[in-house]
């Protein structure tokens, strides 16, 4: 089992698009405390903001939900996010995974998932029709130097 995480925040928020930039700044801003590059922040800020996106977009088309962002660091400098709705869920992960595969107009290029997986080291979706996903977005901060352990 995975050590205990040295430090956790968890966020609660309404669908609003308004509330994607503060999910993307709120992650950016808790994981600072690793000292990340631009580019580490820049690849997270990306991820946040395209699960968040299809929590506001997908789960939940016709009404206002709840988003959760859980945010966890470890002690081998990986932070492990967690996007969380309790919406429509996904019937298919598998295909919804697939580059260019969407369910949304012609405003999406069903590229999310992919642009996920290609800023962090790890993506896993979990999901159940009717009750809502689960996106956990893991990625390895490299240690640098005057950083404490
Ligand atoms: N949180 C979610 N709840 C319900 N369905 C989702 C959720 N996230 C993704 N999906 C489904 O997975 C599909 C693929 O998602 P992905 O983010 O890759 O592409 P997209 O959102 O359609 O387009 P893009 O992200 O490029 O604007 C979506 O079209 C939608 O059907
Ligand atoms: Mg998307």
Known sequence: ??????NEAVLTFLSRSANEGFARTAAASFVAQLDPTLDEVNDIKTAVSEAVTNCIVHAYPQALG?????LR???DNTVEIVVKDTGVGIADVDKAREP???TGDEARSGMGFTIMESFMDGVKVRSVPGKGTAVTLVKRIARRAGVPA
């Open 1 to 6: 089992m995975r050590q205990a995480a040295k």
């Open 73 to 75: 660091l470890y002690g």
């Open 100 to 102: 260019l595969y969407t």
């Open 66 to 70: 709840k988003i959760s962002l859980r």
